[in-house]
């Protein structure tokens, strides 16, 4: 690309893309129609396009960039790395100083027991790893019958194969015939969405984990190999789980022998206050997928974190695991996470969010859910969600769903602020270094939205 001071008429960018580039989760009628905004550059918490307009980025680009944009210390390390050895790889006995040290260090910040990750390129990739290991697992400890996976509906776990049929979106299903065979899903634990009227979020967090004794008892607990959840489902919405549920779905799920899968693809490495979201909701699983905030995005990188109680066994019986990809442990990906977790550390971004930002931004996000298209506001660390309604009291929603968290989301961009809309629910997850500042402007400029929004209807 030219430089960011050379850059070509955002016209010119916008034709050429239209031409050529097929978006991923993307209409190619919009983008042909409307043209796509052209990003140039990012500092902080900031991002600017090809006409210098700046603008908040309140979704950490894709739920990735945790140690904000513009760190010289990862583009440092990275390019030193592809100066002593851009490539080798980890198949057949090698490694390199930086795929030992950086999961060394994964390691460190990991919950006890952790002791072992396996590298891969994306959170897809390491939920295609968990879909293999955890089935291994269960044929060298003797029950090879225990193949069938438990997700949830509304779930999002990746693209490929194996972990678009984790997941549970129902129009990614809808092409492409999945899920494939094996993978059965259960109600998520969404209160203010699907809760009966008048029941708490405590029974009905207690109800929905219940879900997944029953369906384990329908399949046979003999034939199910583990249950995957994200610990606050992001992309479906924001979902954070009632005090109720993860205790329950850890009791059930150890009581019937069934592995424990936390995609931590997203909640991991600060999001929720604690370096794993495990940990924010006392979840003990057996299987951490992790990607985004691993290097904060600066360069693609995923990896499955294992127990232990996993690893060990798989290690011992199984001989090779025949899973792997070229670019398993890439050293100039290990490098940035490496830089990328120095950051997080020296700068204690992780408590940060627990102790100081995350509640200062809870204060200013939860008082919007007074705003009367607001039925319910919610946040956990920096992760948070805003359920648009029509009628604040009877919590209806507007006509045609999403169309109006579409219409909120494109008012938020026009106020600086990007937000990023799952029907009609209004979903943020700004980057962890931002400041005090910063946290009241995303607040006023997503009251504004809401203004707008609330004139936009009237
Ligand atoms: N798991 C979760 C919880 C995610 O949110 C995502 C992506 O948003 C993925 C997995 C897939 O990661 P990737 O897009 O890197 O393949």
């Known amino acids: 690309m030219d430089s960011p001071r050379n850059l070509r008429p955002t016209a010119e960018y916008q034709a050429i893309d239209a031409a050529h580039h097929w978006h991923p989760q993307t209409d190619m009628a919009e983008v042909n129609a409307r043209g796509s905004r052209v990003f140039a550059g990012a500092d902080g918490i900031w991002l600017t396009d090809t006409e210098g307009e700046r603008l908040i980025d309140g979704m950490s680009g894709l739920w990735c960039v945790n140690v904000g944009y513009g760190r010289e210390r990862i583009a440092e390390a990275m390019y030193q790395q592809a100066k002593v050895l851009p490539y080798y790889n980890t198949f057949f006995q090698c490694t390199h100083p930086p795929a030992a040290e950086f999961a060394q260090a994964i390691a460190e910040v990991a919950p006890e027991g952790f002791s072992k990750v396996f590298f891969a390129n994306s959170g ?3 939920n295609d790893t968990v879909f293999r290991l955890a089935r291994v697992y269960w044929d060298v400890m003797g029950r090879p019958r225990k193949k069938t996976f438990i997700a949830r509906k509304n779930g999002y776990h990746g693209s490929s194969v194996a972990s678009a049929s984790l997941g549970g979106m129902s129009f990614m299903h809808a092409q492409s015939g999945l899920p494939i065979a094996g993978v059965h899903h ?19 967090g207690l109800r929905r984990a219940r879900e997944l004794a029953s369906a384990i008892d329908r399949i046979g607990a003999e034939n199910v190999c583990a249950f995957v959840a994200e610990p606050i489902q992001g992309a479906g919405g924001v979902i954070i789980p009632p005090e109720t549920y993860w205790p329950e779905i850890s009791r059930i799920c150890a009581e019937r022998e069934i592995l424990l899968v936390a995609d931590e ?46 690893a060990g066994p798989v290690i011992e019986r199984a001989g090779e695991f025949a ?44 008082k919007l859910g007074e705003h009367p298209l607001v039925g319910e506001a ?30 909120a989301r494109e008012l938020s961009l026009a106020n600086g602020l990007v937000m990023r809309a799952t029907r009609d629910t209004l979903l943020i997850a700004p980057p962890l270094c931002l400041t005090h500042e910063e946290a009241d402007m995303i607040a006023e400029r997503a009251a504004r939205t809401l203004d707008d929004l609330a004139d936009a209807k009237a």
């Open 323 to 366: 899973h792997g990809y070229t670019y398993s442990g890439h050293p100039v990906a290990c490098a940035a996470g490496l830089a990328n977790l120095a950051i997080l550390r020296e700068e204690g971004l992780v408590d940060r969010v627990r102790e100081d930002i995350g509640p200062y931004l809870q204060e200013r996000w939860l």
């Open 124 to 126: 897809s990739e390491a």
């Open 265 to 310: 693809v997203i909640c991991g490495f600060g999001r929720t206050g604690r370096w794993f979201g495990s940990e924010t909701f006392g979840i003990k699983p057996d299987l951490m997928p992790i990607a985004k905030g691993m290097t904060s995005g600066y360069v693609p990188m995923g990896g499955v974190l294992v127990h232990d109680r996993v």
């Open 378 to 407: 919610r946040m956990v660390g920096l992760i948070g969600a805003l359920e648009l309604v029509r009628d604040k009291e009877r919590r209806t929603r507007f006509a045609e769903e999403g169309r109006t968290g579409t219409e």
């Open 186 to 204: 259960i109600g998520q634990p969404y209160w203010f969405g699907e809760a009966e009227p008048g029941e708490s979020p405590a029974d009905f």
